[in-house]
T-cell receptor, first 112, second 117 residues
Framework: DQQVKQNSPSLSVQEGRISILNCDYTNSMFDYFLWYKKYPAEGPTFLISISSIKDKNEDGRFTVFLNKSAKHLSLHIVPSQPGDSAVYFCAATFSGWGKLQFGAGTQVVVTP | GAGVSQSPSNKVTEKGKDVELRCDPISGHTALYWYRQRLGQGLEFLIYFQGNSAPDKSGLPSDRFSAERTGESVSTLTIQRTQQEDSAVYLC???????????????FGEGSWLTVV
C-alpha cells in the first residue's frame, strides 16, 4: 500500500537551473510533509518540511509547495548545484502517528 | 560522535542464520525508529519506540523480526532464520519525542547493510 509516491525515479538537471521533484500522496489524514536528502552510504538527512496549514515553505534555495486538493507536493531547488546530486525522499505523517511514510525516492544528478 | 550510531555497518550472513543489528540513538532522544530500504525501493517503516510506551510493531514484515530497546538507549533489531529477501540496508533513527514536526527532527544513522547469501 504505497501511500506516498514519487513517480520519477531520476532527474537530470544542469547546474544553475531549477530542479523540480514531485510527490503524490493518497492518505488524506497526512498533515505534515517532509523532504529528506540521501547521499550514498549515508543516512537520510532532513531538508525541509511543510505543514498542511501552509501551501509554501522556503529555506534558502529550497522551496516546498503543497496542493492539498490534489494531494500533491513538490520540491524546487534553485539554482541547482553539483552538491545537490543525491536521492531525495518525500515523506508524510500526521499528528499522533509517530512515524513517517516515505516515497521511493528520486535520484537527482546535477551536471556541470 | 553525537549522531545515531549503528553496528555493524556491513553484514554478510548465510540464509537461515540469525542476525542482530544494533542502534545507539542520540543521547536524550526518547523516540527510536527502525526502517529498512531494499534495493531500488523507498524506506519501509518497521518499528518505533517512544519512552516507556508499548512499541509500534505494525511494520515488522514477519514474526522472524523483533526489536528491543533498553530504557531510552540502545536498541537491537533481530532477524531470525534470515532469507534472501531480508537483504537491505536497515536504518535506525531517533528524535526527541515521537512524530516529526517543526522542531522535532528525526535523525538517521548511516545504516547497517545486510546481505543474505
Amino acid at each position: 500500500d504505497q501511500q506516498v509516491k514519487q513517480n520519477s525515479p531520476s532527474l537530470s538537471v544542469q547546474e544553475g537551473r531549477i530542479s523540480i521533484l514531485n510527490c503524490d500522496y493518497t492518505n488524506s489524514m497526512f498533515d505534515y510533509f517532509l523532504w529528506y536528502k540521501k547521499y550514498p552510504a549515508e543516512g537520510p538527512t532532513f531538508l525541509i518540511s511543510i505543514s498542511s496549514i501552509k501551501d509554501k515553505n522556503e529555506d534558502g534555495r529550497f522551496t516546498v509547495f503543497l496542493n492539498k486538493s490534489a494531494k500533491h507536493l513538490s520540491l524546487h531547488i534553485v539554482p541547482s548545484q553539483p552538491g545537490d546530486s543525491a536521492v531525495y525522499f518525500c515523506a508524510a505523517t500526521f499528528s499522533g502517528w509517530g512515524k513517517l511514510q516515505f516515497g521511493a525516492g528520486t535520484q537527482v544528478v546535477v551536471t556541470p | 560522535g553525537a549522531g545515531v550510531s549503528q553496528s555493524p555497518s556491513n553484514k554478510v550472513t548465510e540464509k537461515g542464520k540469525d542476525v542482530e543489528l544494533r542502534c545507539d540513538p542520540i543521547s536524550g532522544h526518547t523516540a527510536l525508529y527502525w526502517y529498512r530500504q531494499r534495493l531500488g525501493q523507498g524506506l519501509e517503516f518497521l518499528i518505533y519506540f517512544q519512552g516507556n510506551s508499548a512499541p509500534d510493531k505494525s511494520g515488522l514484515p514477519s514474526d522472524r523480526f523483533s526489536a528491543e530497546r533498553t530504557g531510552e538507549s540502545v536498541s537491537t533489531l533481530t532477524i531470525q532464520r534470515t532469507q534472501q529477501e531480508d537483504s537491505a540496508v536497515y536504518l535506525c533513527a531517533s528524535s526527541l519525542v515521537s512524530g516529526q514536526s517543526s522542531g522535532n527532527t528525526i535523525y538517521f544513522g548511516e545504516g547497517s547493510w545486510l546481505t543474505v547469501v
